[in-house]
């Protein structure tokens, strides 16, 4: 979810982008690129870290304006770190993603930012929700976003398998950022992937000469 701009008056930072998550048996893998572009042409840094950590065992990855997304993301980390106070236990998944939609939802005019959200927790293990742009959210086992997932949902639908092991995921989802990354002209730099399970979280990150190739150079 890019904003495409023809002129100076470019708000914010907007990402050109691939986002990625997805559940296998036990958990979740979530994931991105790290490329960041204004007004989707000028690449303004390569080494972006779209995968943010909104709770212990929650993540969300961002698409869209980096200045809407992060904006939203810091109030959100506020509302989940005072229902944990208040609850005195973690917030489940679906919580977090409920709290991204309503702040995307009542802003929805203003905001140019979508998000992934996924982790786990003791009531309904691994989970992936998907908030839109406007504040829409969905459940799904497997989504990917951003520029470059138009590249990739033929690979997606045709290898994606659930309950996968960790290890397949991991592999499953490196890949399809590597497709992505390797045709979309505003998605690149290096893969940024997190494991979240019951044991804990584990980040992975991919070098861009590390990542798979699928095509002669």
């Known amino acids: 979810m890019e904003k495409h701009c023809t002129d100076s008056r470019v708000k914010g930072v907007s990402t050109g982008t691939t986002i990625l998550a997805a559940i296998f048996d036990g958990g979740v893998v979530i ?3 790290s490329r960041a572009s204004m007004g989707g042409e000028y690449v ?18 961002m698409a869209g304006s980096l200045a809407d997304a992060q904006a939203v993301i810091k109030a959100a980390k506020f509302h989940l ?15 977090a993603a409920s709290v991204l ?4 939802y009542k802003n929805k005019d203003e905001l140019q930012a979508g998000f992934l959200t996924a982790g786990w927790d003791k009531k309904n293990g691994p989970q992936v929700y998907v908030v839109s742009l406007g504040g ?10 951003g520029s470059g997932s138009t ?12 309950n996968m092991t960790k290890e397949e995921c991991l592999q499953f989802a490196t890949n399809a950022l590597a497709l992505a990354m390797g045709r979309d ?3 690149g730099g290096v893969a940024h992937l997190v494991v979240i399970t019951e044991k804990g979280v584990e980040h992975v990150v ?3 000469d590390k990542l798979p190739k699928f095509h002669d150079e």
């Open 206 to 208: 991919v070098p861009g």
């Open 31 to 33: 994931g991105s690129d």
């Open 151 to 162: 590249y990739i949902y033929g690979y997606v639908d045709a290898k994606y398998k659930p």
């Open 44 to 61: 303004s840094s390569k080494t972006i870290n779209k995968v943010i950590q909104v709770h212990d065992r929650i993540f969300c990855c």
């Open 81 to 95: 770190s005072f229902h944990s106070v208040q609850m005195e236990s973690p917030p489940q998944v679906i919580a």
């Open 185 to 187: 002209n505003v998605s």
């Open 136 to 145: 829409m959210l969905i459940s799904q086992q497997v989504t990917i976003g």
């Open 101 to 104: 939609k309503d702040l995307c």
